[in-house]
């Protein structure tokens, strides 16, 4: 039994297909399965279950590959050690991030947190909250930053910062001679929203708790934040936008931002790991670089004037 053969069985759990396992694990499908066929022949049990597409573990195929993810983790705690022990920050790290973070978060720490680390690779992916989760759970993905908080035992969270929600308003609304907004002002027809999967939908949704879908003539849901701004700008209405998706408007967009009255409705961004999870010397180092970055007064101080919006 070797560990290679471990990681096998993980990779086949993990993708339920042995072309895709073979792919993670860069090797051909035939080393992989002549791999998996040899432990098996060694224990003398049947370890997945080939009749069943997708390929599916036995009973004891289940414990035993249980068993394997703890070894696998055990020998990669080692390799972490001596890592640590060295000093070294090299390796190679896959971040996902939520679309309503990924435009305006990423230019503000990807260069400086690569020239600090030339010898760390980082892979970024868009994906929204819930494929985020189950690819972490599933130890698919290295970290991801979303909106917190969560309720899972098996994911450690690190609370980056806070962030203020703003209005973004036509001329053509009335609610543009207003200078200070409040939560009743959204329960309207003119309000635009991401489509459905899109968290940053949710919680503007339970800003407007009242809100209602109103009969309209136009109708329309967009996954970009910048594409409902536009739509605002040329067609009218309101939408909501996060801080960060202001910091570089110019001043005539400025000019459309209305912000709200205390308590100011704010989301919490974190980034979060499984609680597995070994290269937490990286980790770490990613979240002091994401945490600089952030403009100070982003940080809104928790008090009971704040509201946290999942």
Known sequence: MTLIQLEYIVAVDIYRHFGKAAESCHVTQPT???QIHKLEEQLGVTIFDRQKQPVEPTETGGRIIEQARKTLLESRKIEEMIKGEKGEMTGEITIGIIPTLSPYLLPLFINRFLNKYPDIRLNVEEMVTEQMLERLRNEKL???LLVSPL???SLRLMTIFNEEFVAYVSHRSPLFKKEILTYEDLETSELLLLNEGHCFREQVLNICQHYQERDSRFKYESG?????????DKHGGVTLLPALATLDMDANSRN????FEKPVPTREVSMVMHSNYLKLRIAEAL???VKASIPDYLNITKNNETIRWR
């Open 151 to 153: 309720d899972d035992k």
């Open 287 to 289: 979240f002091e670089e």
């Open 32 to 34: 992989l399965s002549m």
């Open 142 to 144: 290295d970290v991801g």
């Open 256 to 259: 459309h931002l209305r912000y």
């Open 224 to 232: 970009s934040l910048e594409a409902l701004k536009r739509l605002v």
